[in-house]
């Protein structure tokens, strides 16, 4: 069993950044295992969950066509924790930010946390 807890989000203004994380409760990355991973998916109001960005063992990563060029996603093993730098941030991206794990082919989703860029 992993538990994912995010942290992070919040108000921002259009224009803005923050910087989500997401700390797992055991190591997901594995050089034994590349296709073990972390990433982000987020749902808005209405509307189903999307793609934003994951993260695998062996450093594939992945994002959705919305946040290319200003999202950026990244780890650190020593704290089995993944990040997603969120850079010019638009009111669409107003969103639940979920973090999800993939770890020997089990899926591990994290509670959410509410990103709001307002304008």
């Known amino acids: 069993q992993v538990q994912l807890v995010e942290s992070g989000g919040g108000l921002v203004q259009v224009g803005g950044s923050l910087r989500l994380s997401c700390a797992a409760s055991?190591?997901?990355?594995?050089?034994?295992?590349?296709?073990?991973?972390m990433g982000w998916y987020r749902q808005a109001p209405g509307k189903q969950r999307e793609l934003v960005a994951t993260?695998?063992?062996?450093?594939?990563?992945n994002y959705g066509d919305s946040v290319k060029g200003r999202f950026t996603i990244s780890r650190d093993n020593a704290k089995n924790t993944v990040y997603l730098q969120m850079n010019s941030l638009k009111p669409e991206d107003t969103a639940v930010y979920y973090c999800k794990a993939v770890l020997y082919q089990s899926i591990y989703w994290g509670q959410g946390t509410q990103v709001t860029v307002s304008s």
């Open positions: 993260l695998t063992s062996g450093d594939t990563t």
């Open positions: 055991r190591s997901i990355f594995s050089s034994f295992f590349s296709m073990n991973a």
